[in-house]
């Protein structure tokens, strides 16, 4: 049994949720998002809150019933307020900015490499710090993943691009030998 399936989603105001044909649509000032179900769940709208259920007791429907209820209960969140991701970058010479529909970074390779911002996503560049925002949670994590793969963190310098407040663990390098 689900602990976070059994809970009731609560609506926010100025929020609409709406299912139809397998499919659940979530509409507010932030946008419209919408995800199709897995036929052994169902979803029921109430006038305040949305409860997600189990259409058959199988193993596969219990271990959807918790994944499904979360990614509703983002879906709602994310409408009404953006769910943001910040990017650093470390380096001498390491740079971003934004053109057009694109992220151009120099990050030390001999060509600047361009990262396409997704449709329903806003980036903004500020210095080194790089913000994805967006209503969608899953979207917004896989861009700043992505940027991120570009140029990981390497573990002598920290040198690259990392998530806002992460610690690299920097290795110690090779030592200097004095000879006698």
């Known amino acids: ?28 000032k932030g946008g419209t998002l919408s995800r199709a179900l897995h036929p052994a769940i169902s979803v029921f ?14 193993r596969l429907a219990r271990a959807l019933w918790g994944t499904y209820a979360a990614h509703v ?7 009404t307020t953006p769910f943001v991701k910040k990017l ?33 996503l806003s980036v903004s560049v500020e210095k080194n710090i790089i913000t994805i925002s967006g209503a969608d949670k899953e979207l917004v994590g896989s861009f700043a993943a992505e940027v991120r793969s ?18 690299v663990r920097e290795k110690q390098g090779k030592k200097a030998v004095v000879a006698a």
């Open 88 to 120: 650093q970058i470390e380096g001498i010479g390491y740079r971003a900015e934004l053109t057009g529909s694109s992220l151009k970074l120099s990050v030390g390779f001999s060509h600047p490499v361009l990262a396409p911002v997704p449709q329903g």
């Open 73 to 79: 209960r983002n879906m709602v969140l994310g409408v």
């Open 45 to 58: 709208v109430g006038e305040k809150e949305v409860v997600v259920a189990l259409v058959a007791k199988t």
């Open 150 to 167: 570009i140029k990981k963190p390497e573990p002598y310098k920290g040198k690259g691009i990392r998530y806002e407040g992460e610690i």
């Open 1 to 28: 049994m689900s602990r976070l399936g059994k809970l009731p989603i609560p609506i926010p105001a100025g929020t609409t949720v709406s299912v139809s044909d397998g499919v659940i649509t979530v509409k507010g």
